[in-house]
T-cell receptor, first 115, second 116 residues
């Protein structure tokens, strides 16, 4: 089974609208971390936001917020007031069992912001 | 401060040749990771170094792949007898404190490897 599932291969969103990128995960480990990265066409991976499995509140970083629903095992990224510069690939990733440091990535969602 | 750097940025090689990819982590970061990203796909973990501990090599796809790291500095990923399926972007990341819950991996720009 896939550990990280991103079901939206591509999304088109009008500039200034909010967008939600879906991510579901599969783990039996009670201790894990969830990450979102942005990969523009230039190729670098840019860290956006982190959510720990024991965090009581949803993570927020500027225009980025994470809709963390633990019982559903989902960690959707919400981008508010989208901008043209938000056009990129977005990857959800998980690190299980702190001390086992590798990240497992989903296949990504290509987001295109339309002016 | 300086981020993770990788060299070369692009490498074209012929099938059967050996290649060496280099990664300079962020200064002070004790952990270093290599990932591979095939075209249109997510990242696959290859290998992880932490201080003087034995590296976690569980992601290396074959014995043609190996990596070294000198202390807490530069790492090199070596692919011997390259095959066309090795064509991918190889990304290096480093992190400050991998035992911390909030530890974040910061990525370099990658090396795009093309095997002809």
């Amino acid at each position: 089974a896939q550990k990280i599932t991103q079901t939206q291969p591509g999304m088109f969103v009008q500039e200034k609208e909010a967008v939600t990128l879906d991510c579901t995960y599969d783990t039996s480990d009670p201790s894990y971390g969830l990450f979102w990265y942005k990969q523009p066409s230039s190729g670098e991976m840019i860290f956006l936001i982190y959510q720990g499995s024991y965090d009581q509140q949803n993570a927020t970083e500027g225009r980025y917020s994470l809709n963390f629903q633990k019982a559903r095992k989902s960690a959707n990224l919400v981008i508010s007031a989208s901008q043209l510069g938000d056009s990129a690939m977005y990857f959800c990733a998980m690190r299980e069992n702190f001390g086992n440091e590798k990240l497992t990535f989903g296949t990504g969602t290509r987001l295109t912001i339309i002016p | 401060g300086a981020g993770v750097s990788q060299s070369p940025s692009n490498k074209v090689t012929e099938k059967g040749k050996d290649v060496e990819l280099r990664c300079d982590p962020i200064s002070g970061h004790t952990a270093l990771y290599w990932y591979r990203q095939r075209l249109g796909q997510g990242l696959e973990f290859l290998i992880y170094f932490q201080g003087n501990s034995a590296p976690d090599k569980s992601g290396l796809p074959s014995d043609r792949f190996s990596a070294e790291r000198t202390g807490e500095s530069v790492s090199t990923l070596t692919i011997q007898r390259t095959q066309q399926e090795d064509s991918a972007v190889y990304l290096c990341a480093s992190s400050l404190a991998p035992s911390a819950n909030t530890d974040t991996q910061y990525f370099g720009p990658g090396t795009r490897l093309t095997v002809l």
